[in-house]
C-alpha cells in the first residue's frame, strides 16, 4: 500500500462527503412537494406527465397500494424489455445486424435491468443493437433506479408520519425521482463524458489495422449517455463487456473518479434527505457515519490483500502487487476502491476482473454484498435495507437494557421486527440455497471454469451477485440454461420480496403516534448507537454467510499461502 493510494480514496470520499448535504437537501425538496430551483423548467413537464398518464398527485396510498402499483410498473417494464430483445433483429438502430437475443437469455436480461441487477450473461457490442441499449436498457436504468428511490422515500415517509397512516404515490414519486433528480445529472455529466473522449454515435463499429498487424473492431454508439445512469442508477451494465475497464467507456483517471462519485453519491445523499425528511438530521448523519466506517473497513482490506501480492508469484522470485486482470491505467488502488464501491452499492460496474483479485481481496466485494449492500447501497435499496438493521438494532438494544423498543419516538413492536427480520433474512435464504443446488447438479458445474474452492467462489458469488441486485461476476462461470433461469428467479426475489417488506414495515409505523424522549430513552443518534448498528450488521453477516465463505476464499487464502492455486 502507498501513501497515493491512500489519498486518492480520501480525495474521493471527502468529494462524497461534501456532496453528501446539498444532494440530500435537494431530493428532500423534491419528494416533499417543494418548490425547487428547477421548478420553473420542470413543474409544467411533470404536470403534463400525471394529465396524461391520469395521475393525480394529491392521492396517497397505503403500503399495500404503493407496493401493488410498484409490482404492476415493474411487469410491464419487464415485458417490454423482454419483448424488445426478442425482436432487435427486425428493429432499427442495428447497424451490425445483430440476431435477436435468445428466449431465456432475454429472460434473464430483461430481469436483470428490471431489478436494477444488470447482470449480463451477454457481451453488449456481439448482442444489443442501438435501440435495445437506448430504449431497453438505459431506460431500465433510470425507472429501476426511481423505482428504489421511491421504496425509500415511502418507508421514510412511513417512520416521519404520526398523523397519517398513508406512504404517498408512487406515481408521483417516480416522476419526481427521473424528472428532477436523475435526468437533471445525467444530462450534465453524460456531456462531461462526451468532452473526456466517451463516444455518442449512431456509427457502426470502425475496422482498424493495430500497430501489430491485427484487425480491430473498434466499438462505438450511444455510450456516454448509458455510462452515466449506469453509474448514476447504481446499474452497472456495461455498453460492452469490459465494462469499466474499456478504454471507450472509462477514458481517463478524471472518468474514474468521477464515475466512482456518480456510484456514492445519490446513496450518500439519501442519507441525509431521511434526516431532513424525519426532521432530525442526526438520524441521517448516524447512519451515514457507519455506512462510512464498513466502506473504508472494506477498503482497507481488499488494497492490503491486493497491494501484497500473490505468495506464489514471491515464491518463484517476483515481487509486487497483484496486477493480475487490472487495468494498468488504474492501478491497485484505484481497481480496489472501485472493486469496494461498486458493491457496496448495488452498481456492479467494474474496472478490474473481481476473478483476479487474491482469495480476500475477492471476498470484500463477496462480503459487501453479503451484507445487503447497505454501504450507501443501491439508489434507495441501501437506505431502506439500512433502516431494517436500524429496527433490528433498536430492538436488541430494548431487550438489553429491558425497555421497550422505540425509534423517533415510536414503539417497534412485534409487526415491525418481522417485517425487518423478512427483509434482513431474504439475502441468506437467496444466495445459500441455490449455491448449494447449484455444487449438487451437473448443470450448475457444466460451465465452472475453475475447480476447487475457487469455483465454489464463482458459483457463491453468482447468486450472492444476483440475489443482492448487483449484477458483477467473478467471471469464471459461464453461462447456461439452468443459470439463465435459477440467477433470473433469485434477481426477482431478491429485489421485490425485500421491497415488498420494508413497504410493509413502513405501513407498519405511519401513523404511529410518537412520545417524548425521556432520560431513559436510548438515543439513536449517538457513536454507542452506530458502534451497535454496525455490530449487528457484521455477527448477523458472519452468523449467515462465515461457514460458506470458509469454504471459498477463506480457504483458497490458506491454500495459496501453502502454494496451491486453482
Not at 141 to 158: D, E, K, P, Q
Not at 171 to 185: E, F, M, S
Request: glycine letters at 10%; proline letters at 4%; a neutral charge.
Amino acid at each position: 500500500m502507498t501513501m497515493i493510494g491512500w489519498v486518492q480514496a480520501l480525495v474521493f470520499f471527502a468529494i462524497v462527503l461534501a456532496l453528501t448535504k446539498p444532494i440530500g437537501l435537494y431530493m428532500a425538496h423534491v419528494f416533499e412537494g417543494e418548490r425547487t430551483w428547477l421548478s420553473p423548467v420542470l413543474r409544467p413537464v411533470e404536470l403534463v406527465i400525471y394529465r396524461l398518464g391520469g395521475v393525480r398527485e394529491d392521492d396517497e396510498m397505503p403500503w399495500y397500494g404503493y407496493a401493488l402499483a410498484m409490482l404492476a410498473f415493474s411487469l410491464v417494464g419487464f415485458l417490454y424489455l423482454y419483448l424488445l430483445l426478442r425482436t432487435q433483429k427486425w428493429l432499427p438502430l442495428n447497424p451490425q445486424h445483430l440476431d435477436n437475443m435468445p428466449t431465456d437469455l432475454a429472460w434473464n436480461t430483461a430481469l436483470s435491468f428490471l431489478t436494477n441487477t444488470n447482470w449480463q450473461f451477454y457481451s453488449g457490442e456481439s448482442s444489443m443493437s442501438y435501440l435495445s441499449q437506448m430504449s431497453g436498457l438505459a431506460w431500465h436504468n433510470f425507472v429501476s433506479a426511481a423505482v428504489g428511490i421511491a421504496t425509500a422515500v415511502a418507508v421514510v415517509r412511513g417512520i416521519a408520519r404520526t398523523t397519517v397512516s398513508t406512504l404517498g404515490n408512487f406515481w408521483v414519486d417516480l416522476t419526481r425521482c427521473c424528472l428532477y433528480v436523475l435526468l437533471p445529472i445525467s444530462i450534465v455529466v453524460g456531456l462531461f463524458f462526451v468532452a473526456q473522449g466517451m463516444p455518442q454515435n449512431f456509427h457502426a463499429y470502425q475496422t482498424v489495422t493495430s500497430v501489430s498487424g491485427f484487425s480491430q473492431a473498434i466499438t462505438g454508439g450511444p455510450m456516454a449517455s448509458q455510462e452515466v445512469i449506469k453509474e448514476l442508477g447504481t446499474n452497472g451494465g456495461g455498453f460492452v463487456n469490459a465494462n469499466s475497464a474499456a478504454p471507450n467507456e472509462n477514458p481517463t483517471p478524471l472518468t474514474n473518479l468521477v464515475e466512482l462519485i456518480l456510484i456514492f453519491s445519490l446513496g450518500a445523499g439519501l442519507t441525509y434527505m431521511y434526516g431532513r425528511m424525519v426532521r432530525d438530521t442526526r438520524q441521517g448523519w448516524a447512519i451515514f457515519a457507519a455506512m462510512a466506517i464498513l466502506f473504508f473497513a472494506g477498503f482497507s482490506v481488499a488494497y492490503w490483500a491486493e497491494a501484497a501480492g500473490n505468495p506464489i508469484v514471491h515464491h518463484l522470485g517476483v515481487a509486487g502487487a497483484n496486477m493480475e486482470g487490472k487495468e494498468c491505467r488504474f492501478g491497485i488502488a484505484a481497481s480496489s476502491l472501485f472493486a469496494t464501491v461498486t458493491t457496496d452499492t448495488s452498481c456492479g460496474a467494474v474496472n478490474a476482473m473481481h476473478d483476479s483479485f487474491m482469495p480476500l481481496g475477492g471476498l470484500v466485494p463477496l462480503a459487501n454484498m453479503q451484507l445487503g449492500e447497505i454501504v450507501f447501497g443501491g439508489v434507495g435499496s441501501g437506505l431502506y435495507g439500512m433502516i431494517a438493521f436500524v429496527v433490528l438494532t433498536v430492538f436488541i438494544a430494548g431487550l438489553m437494557v429491558g425497555r421497550t423498543p422505540e425509534y423517533l419516538g415510536k414503539k417497534i413492536e412485534r409487526r415491525e421486527v418481522q417485517f425487518a427480520l423478512l427483509a434482513v433474512l431474504v439475502t441468506p435464504v437467496l444466495c445459500l440455497v441455490p449455491t448449494a443446488i447449484a455444487v449438487l447438479l451437473p448443470a450448475g458445474l457444466a460451465t465452472l471454469n475453475n475447480a476447487g474452492p475457487h469455483g465454489f467462489s464463482e458459483i457463491l458469488y453468482a447468486f450472492t451477485s444476483t440475489n443482492a441486485n448487483n449484477g458483477s461476476a467473478f467471471a469464471g462461470l459461464g453461462p447456461n440454461r439452468f443459470y439463465d433461469i435459477m440467477t433470473g428467479v433469485n434477481m426477482f426475489f431478491g429485489r421485490f420480496a425485500v421491497a415488498v417488506a420494508v413497504l410493509a414495515l413502513g405501513g407498519a409505523l405511519a401513523g404511529k403516534k410518537a412520545v417524548m424522549a425521556s432520560a431513559g430513552t436510548f438515543t439513536t443518534n449517538s457513536p454507542i448507537f452506530v458502534a451497535l448498528l454496525i455490530g449487528v450488521i457484521v455477527i448477523v453477516g458472519a452468523l449467515t454467510f462465515l461457514p460458506a465463505d470458509a469454504l471459498g476464499p477463506i480457504v483458497e487464502h490458506v491454500l495459496v499461502l501453502q502454494g496451491k492455486t486453482f
